[in-house]
């Protein structure tokens, strides 16, 4: 008869548990439920629930239900964590509408969509962002260069003396050099304002419940860092593009840190492209 | 500071420290799930209920700081046994020498004599 009733106690003990156990994710509620049903039979098989007596003993040990489901829960903050939403896309349209306009017309495009379609943004500061510098500060600063140059002509006269004449086209200096400065400063402190106007809005915003990845670093992330740093000294651009394809294959990262990895990429890439874009602008916007 | 305050303070010490106790319980050998939940119980002072070792366990388990076995049992069915992995070894060895250094500093501040007040 004692054997039936501590049975009884164990199964009642084990329906509440399952009941409490409802508010966990499915797995962790399964495994708990599994790992309590076997301690029970442990008990069992060490001869603790023989009498009615020991099977209420073995219960008051392990504690009540809801605190042992409590206690899954507060082991949780470590698998889920609560991350602020981060305002990327406002991140990529300050990098395309001042250094990305370095990828020509296509670069300032990419920038204006980033900035048309962010909700975080006022219309003020997608008008500035926009009309402030039109074609981004790396296309419209060559075209200015193209547009207002000097031109000058020598000529020789019988005393053996020479004369040169200059005329300065499209806008004179000093004003251009000013012009020149802040076609490249004024996207930039555009992009400051409403990066913190964004990010002041991002606060706000609700977190969002994000599983910690658990596992430790493996050779995906190992490659994906190697790749992203000594891999520059190597082959820059297929190392760049190997360590992101890790990167974002990785279960261990979380989407925050590899959007990170990437902004970083990304700029990284800036001196690159600035290389590429002074010497192309050489040959395609180059003074006779 | 209330007693509700510091028995809250010492609950949040317990937590802290327990899974390291964990970790010291299976330095050894693989120990039995049950047999692990025991032992942490008959400790003076160490858990308040045993079923909350198990989430503990569980969350170790993901951190790669105890790995789980399946071993035939004489009597019975299967039982479950905890073992620590290296990474579980580091982690042990590293509270170790640091509970050390904490503990003989807090004993010295805690203790009466003159010492305890330089």
């Known amino acids: ?62 504690g009540d239900p809801q605190a042992i489901v409590a206690s899954v829960q507060r082991e949780v903050p470590d698998s889920v964590v609560l991350e602020r939403p981060l305002p990327l896309r406002e991140l990529l349209a300050a990098f395309f509408l001042t250094f990305g306009s370095i990828l020509l017309v ?40 193209k547009m207002s140059y000097t031109e000058c002509t020598a000529s020789s006269s019988l005393g053996g003396a020479d004369t040169q004449t200059c005329v300065h086209h499209g806008v004179q200096p000093p004003f251009f050099g ?61 190392c760049l593009v190997i360590g992101l394809c890790c990167a974002w294959a990785s279960k261990a990262w979380t989407r925050r840190e590899k959007s990170i990895a990437t902004a970083i990429a990304a700029l990284s890439l800036t001196p690159i492209l600035i290389l590429v874009f002074v010497t192309s602008s050489a040959t395609i916007f180059g003074r006779n | 500071m209330e007693p509700g305050e510091t028995r809250n303070s010492l609950t949040q010490l317990r937590r802290g420290v327990l899974e390291y106790c964990v970790l010291a319980l299976l330095r050894d050998d693989p120990v039995y799930g049950f047999d692990l939940v025991r032992r942490l119980g008959d400790v003076e002072g160490m858990v308040t209920s045993e079923g909350t070792i198990y989430p503990l366990l569980s969350r170790l388990r993901k951190e790669g ?26 982690a042990l060895l590293l509270f170790t020498d640091e509970w050390s250094i904490f503990r003989t500093s807090v004993d010295r501040l805690l203790a009466p004599d003159k010492r305890g007040k330089r």
């Open chain 1, 1 to 62: 008869m004692s054997t039936i009733s501590s049975d009884q106690i164990f199964d009642d003990y084990l329906s509440r548990l399952r009941s409490a156990a409802q508010s966990l994710p499915a797995d962790q509620s399964a495994e708990l439920i599994d790992e309590i049903a076997e301690h029970l039979a442990a008990a069992r098989a060490a001869g603790e629930a023989d009498t009615t007596v020991g099977a209420l003993n073995v219960l008051e040990r392990l």
């Open chain 1, 106 to 145: 296509v670069g300032w495009i990419a920038g204006l969509v980033f900035l048309w379609t962010s909700r975080r943004l006022s219309l003020w500061y997608k008008v500035a962002g926009t009309l402030l510098v039109p074609l981004g500060p790396y296309l419209l600063a060559p075209i200015l260069v």
């Open chain 1, 178 to 238: 000013f012009l020149l400065m802040a076609i490249y400063i004024a996207p930039m402190l555009v992009a400051s304002f409403y990066l913190r106007a964004a990010f002041r809005v991002a606060r706000t915003e609700a977190p969002r419940a994000i599983v910690r990845p658990t596992r430790e670093w493996g050779p995906l992330e190992l490659t994906a860092t190697l790749s992203m740093t000594l891999g520059w000294f190597i082959l820059p651009g297929l």
């Open chain 2, 65 to 90: 700081w105890v790995s789980t076995t399946w071993q035939e049992s004489e009597s019975g069915p299967p039982r479950r046994y905890y073992a620590l992995t290296d990474s579980g070894q580091r």
